[in-house]
T-cell receptor, first 113, second 112 residues
Framework: DAGITQSPRYKITETGRQVTLMCHQT?????MFWYRQDLGHGLRLIYYSAAADITDKGEVPDGYVVSRSKTENFPLTLESATRSQTSVYFC????????????FGPGTRLTVT | GQSLEQPSEVTAVEGAIVQINCTYQTSGFYGLSWYQQHDGGAPTFLSYNALDGLEETGRFSSFLSRSDSYGYLLLQELQMKDSASYFCAVREGSGSARQLTFGSGTQLTVLP
C-alpha cells in the first residue's frame, strides 16, 4: 500500500548502542522530516531533508545522524544512544510546495535502558 | 527564535463548540497549520491559514490574525471521536528551509 512507513515500531536498546530507525514513503515527496515527541514538548524537529542528498538540522539534532541517498528513504541513526533519547519518533513527508501539510508515519517508540 | 502558546487542556460536552487558541512569536512567519493526534496515533493534518481570516472544513474551522500573531481552531458539533490532542504549528522559512514548529498541544476531552 502507498504511504509512509516506519520500522521498527518498538525498540528497546541499551545506552551506548547504535540504533537506526527506518522511514520509507511511496509518494515521491521531496521533503522528509524526523521529529521526536515527548510529554510536554509536542513535536520537535530533529532533521529534515529537501531532496536526496540534501539534509539540514532542526531544533534538536545533537546525537542523531541522517542520510538520504534515495528520495523514498530517510533513516535516522542514534550513534550512541542515551536515556534522554527515549521518546516516540515520527517520520513525515510533504510535497515541496506544501510543507504545511505533512504526512506522518505511525511512529517508533524507542526506549533506551 | 520561535515560540507557540496554546492551552494544555480543554474539556467540552458532546454537541458543543470549542475554540483552541494559539499565539506565536516567530521571526519568519508564512502560515499556521493545525494537526490532530489521537492517543497512540500519528498526527494528521487538519487545516492551514496563510492569510488572515477563517478557513472552514466541515465541522472544523481555523482562523488567523497575522497582526495579532494569533490563531484558533474551532470545532463545532463536538463528537466523542474528537477527543484528541490538537497542535498548532508555525510554517517558517523559505527556499529549502521549509519547516514546521509545533506547539506543545492541547488535550481536548469530549464528555457525553
Amino acid at each position: 500500500d502507498a504511504g509512509i512507513t516506519q520500522s521498527p515500531r518498538y525498540k528497546i536498546t541499551e545506552t551506548g548502542r547504535q540504533v537506526t530507525l527506518m522511514c520509507h514513503q511511496t509518494w515521491s515527496h521531496s521533503y522528509m522530516f524526523w521529529y521526536r515527541q515527548d510529554l510536554g514538548h509536542g513535536l520537535r524537529l530533529i532533521y529534515y531533508s529537501a531532496a536526496a542528498d540534501i539534509t539540514d538540522k532542526g531544533e534538536v539534532p545533537d546525537g542523531y545522524v541522517v542520510s538520504r541517498s534515495k528520495t523514498e528513504n530517510f533513516p535516522l541513526t542514534l550513534e550512541s544512544a542515551t536515556r534522554s533519547q527515549t521518546s516516540v519518533y515520527f517520520c513525515a513527508s510533504s510535497e515541496g510546495t506544501s510543507s504545511y501539510e505533512q504526512y506522518f508515519g505511525p511512529g517508533t517508540r524507542l526506549t533506551v535502558t | 527564535g520561535q515560540s507557540l502558546e496554546q492551552p494544555s487542556e480543554v474539556t467540552a460536552v458532546e454537541g458543543a463548540i470549542v475554540q483552541i487558541n494559539c499565539t506565536y512569536q516567530t521571526s519568519g512567519f508564512y502560515g499556521l497549520s493545525w494537526y490532530q493526534q489521537h492517543d497512540g496515533g500519528a498526527p494528521t493534518f487538519l487545516s492551514y491559514n496563510a492569510l488572515d481570516g477563517l478557513e472552514e472544513t466541515g465541522r472544523f474551522s481555523s482562523f488567523l490574525s497575522r497582526s495579532d500573531s494569533y490563531g484558533y481552531l474551532l470545532l463545532q458539533e463536538l463528537q466523542m471521536k474528537d477527543s484528541a490532542s490538537y497542535f498548532c504549528a508555525v510554517r517558517e522559512g523559505s527556499g529549502s528551509a521549509r519547516q514546521l514548529t509545533f506547539g506543545s498541544g492541547t488535550q481536548l476531552t469530549v464528555l457525553p
